[in-house]
């Protein structure tokens, strides 16, 4: 059955046995003794002598070999396996069973080593798996013993297919194996660099809002430990979240609840976390999908990020600037006290009369820019507390047009209001709001020849009311718009670069989000500029203090 001439020494594995299957070790994988099995099942029925199953490696080579009919002892002296090049190289995958009466008048057949037992006739098929040549499965009968018969070839097709279906269920959970083992290794070293991560780490399950993972730092952060399996009242209810202006955020809008509901990153997101022990900590809280895998419907990733060592630097330099502010605010009331008592005296010297007017829209555009830097300092070190009440858009719109008509900028000019007078209430400051107003109205004109126009309508997507300053100027470039509300942030291309000290948008979007609401722009480079902010009505905001 292993003939001499096709023969290649290397190590392989030899499994055989006399009377039944090959005796294997207690522990043997499954695929090991389902394919052992298969040569005693094919001479059981076909009452061969001798049946053997060569298993062929990826390289081509013979790996394992199982026998039924010969001992342990035979089969060890017969020698090296075959490689296929005399009557087994017959053998392809979909190809014919070899049946053979007498193999030693066979024009491949050739000589076997003396050590082999004498045989006769051959019946052999190739098994395939995985789209290539992986077994053999081929039976003997001693010279004495009769022929194979086209039943037998029947019996040999159906044994050969169990060999097929054993092979391809060895692979398919040898690659499960594999890929687990992968996804073992992926989760520790994701878990070993969450354990290290000097941000705090949660993945959150989409569903259900329950700890998939968490790190060491996020624990550290909110004062709670985090455990995985943890739901979202344990890990909550302990903890309150602020923004920084002292308006308590829901949980529903932190960026972790928002990227759950929506399947959209979401952040980054400044609060102050309010601890179980009391203590407070400043966050930024972003968040971002993470794909679904296996049976799970996704997850979130959320990241907090400790940043009190940066407010504490920015402490140091808001205390700086509100002191130099301050200290600049006096002489420059003085200078335009005595300047504004200088001007009657200069009726008859027209050519001073306009320096000195030079000299008063300077020191009016110092002053300002004084103000809205001590203004923010206040605002970000949470000084400027907000006077609350229940105001109405109407009023304050009014007020602003008519102080945007007397202004410099605005003489002259069409400023139009279009709010309903049905509008429902805010609960807002009316001094600041009024602010937010002036700002946007004063950029507008200064920006724009042709009229401006204050329009408020019912915000049908957010549930408030949306107010927008709208004008037909040189707009913003595309690149800019995303950046027009941070601190002093000025347009970088266009008839705007390099105007102004960029404090003006960040102060409305300072009052605004102090107020629970949102602020935008929308424009087109040379077409004009709607700047846009959003108030929640007053049951709304009654609703959010409750």
Same mark, same amino acid.
């Given at each position: ?32 003794? *389902? ?70 008048? +066979? ?15 051959? !019946? ?48 398919? #959970?040898?690659? $499960? @194996? ?23 780490? !949660? ?47 829901? #949980? ?57 060592? !940066?407010? $504490? !630097? ?28 200088? *001007? ?110 204050? +329009? ?12 927008? *300053? ?13 950046? @027009? ?52 009505? #007053? ?8």
């Amino acid at each position: 059955m292993i003939s001499t001439d096709a023969a290649l020494s290397r190590p392989f594995r030899l499994y055989a046995s006399e009377s039944g299957e090959p005796e294997l070790a207690h522990d043997a994988p499954q695929r090991t003794q *389902v394919l052992a099995s298969v040569p005693t099942l094919a001479r059981k029925l076909t009452g061969a002598d001798y049946a053997a199953l060569t298993l062929i490696g990826r390289s081509g080579q013979i790996e394992q070999m199982f026998i039924s009919g010969m001992s342990q002892a035979e089969a060890d002296k017969i020698g090296d396996p075959p490689v296929g090049k005399g009557l087994l190289g017959l053998m392809i995958p979909d190809g014919d069973i070899i049946l053979v009466e007498d193999r030693s008048r +066979h024009p491949k057949s050739s000589g076997y080593p003396d050590t082999h037992p004498p045989m006769k006739a051959v !019946l052999g098929i190739a098994v395939e798996d995985d789209g290539r040549h992986a077994a053999n499965l081929y039976l003997a009968n001693k010279p004495e013993s009769g022929p194979f018969t086209e039943e037998d070839s029947v019996s040999v097709e159906s044994v050969a297919r169990l060999a097929a279906t054993a092979l391809e269920n060895a692979r398919l #959970y040898e690659r $499960e @194996v594999r890929a687990r083992h992968i996804a073992d290794e992926s989760r520790s070293w994701l878990q070993a660099v969450i354990s290290e991560a000097r941000v705090g780490i !949660l993945v959150i399950d989409s569903a259900d809002g329950s700890i998939l993972l968490s790190s060491p730092e996020a624990s550290r952060i909110v004062g709670v430990p985090l455990e995985s399996g943890m739901l979202p009242d344990a890990y909550q209810s302990p903890i309150r979240c602020f923004a920084p202006t002292g308006l308590e955020i829901p #949980y529903e809008k932190l960026p972790f609840s928002e990227t759950r509901s929506t399947g959209k990153s979401s952040g980054p997101l400044e609060v102050v976390c309010q601890r179980p022990d009391g203590g407070r900590l400043p966050l930024l809280i972003s968040a971002a999908p993470l794909p679904a895998g296996g049976t799970r419907g996704g997850a979130v990733i959320a990241v907090l990020q400790d940043v009190t060592r !940066l407010k $504490e !630097l920015d402490e140091v330099k808001r205390d700086f600037l509100s002191m130099i502010t301050h200290d600049l605010r006096s002489p420059l009331a003085t200078i335009k006290g005595l300047i504004t008592e200088l *001007v009657p005296s200069l009726d008859g010297d027209s050519e001073l009369h306009s320096d000195i007017e030079a000299i008063d829209e300077e020191i009016d555009q110092t002053i300002e820019l004084v103000s809205n830097l001590l203004d923010m300092s206040r605002i970000e070190a949470g000084a400027y507390p907000l006077d609350m009440e229940i105001a109405h858009l109407i009023d304050m719109s009014g007020d602003a047009i008519a102080r945007a008509r007397r202004s410099r900028v605005g003489m002259d000019r069409e400023v139009k209001a279009d709010v309903p007078a049905d509008l429902p209430a805010l609960f807002a400051d009316p001094s600041q709001l009024g602010r937010v107003l002036d700002n946007l109205l004063s950029n507008a004109l200064k920006y724009s020849i042709g009229p401006v126009i204050l +329009h408020s309508r019912i915000d049908e997507g957010g549930g408030g009311v949306r107010t927008s *300053v709208i004008d037909s100027g040189i707009g913003i470039p595309g690149e800019d718009t995303e950046l @027009v509300f941070d601190k002093f942030f000025r347009v970088t291309g266009g008839p705007r670069a390099g105007r102004g000290a960029g404090l003006g948008l960040a102060i409305c979007k300072a009052i605004v989000n102090a107020h629970g609401g949102e602020v935008g722009v929308n424009s087109t480079l040379g077409e004009g500029s709607e700047f846009w902010f959003t108030m929640p009505v #007053y049951k709304n905001t009654i609703t959010d203090q409750n």
